[in-house]
């Protein structure tokens, strides 16, 4: 079994910053890209930042500049630093991984529960 739990969000005034986190665990051999994604009312599920393995970071343009993404491998964790937060980064964030349980298993990926981000006066 392979559990991702994020922790971190909650309410922000605009400009302001919050920080998620997400950690793996269970039955882990190996994880390639970790991610995390957002999904607002009515609106499908989108990609904020991903991370491979070795550190190589992608954003969505609407994010660039102003999130960072960045991962512990020791401890199966990745983070999400938000700044500047506008109303529309409003969204349940998802943390996602995709990962091996055996050496020359499949690659399969694993979602969070997701955190709730709400940006607002």
């Known amino acids: 079994q392979v559990q991702l739990v994020e922790s971190g969000g909650g309410l922000v005034q605009p400009g302001g910053s919050l920080k998620l986190s997400c950690a793996a665990s269970?039955?882990?051999?190996?994880?390639?890209?970790m991610g995390w994604y957002r999904q607002a009312p009515g609106n499908q599920r989108e990609l904020v930042a991903s991370i491979t393995s070795y550190g190589s970071a992608n954003y969505a343009d609407s994010v660039k500049d102003r999130f960072t993404i960045s991962r512990d491998n020791a401890k199966n964790t990745v983070y999400l630093q938000m700044n500047s937060l506008k109303p529309e980064d409003t969204a349940v964030y998802f943390c996602?991984?995709?990962?091996?349980?055996?050496?020359?298993?499949?690659?399969?990926?694993?979602w969070g529960q997701g955190t709730q981000v709400t940006v607002s006066s």
């Open positions: 269970g039955s882990i051999y190996s994880i390639n890209a």
């Open positions: 996602n991984a995709d990962l091996k349980q055996r050496f020359g298993g499949r690659v399969y990926s694993y």
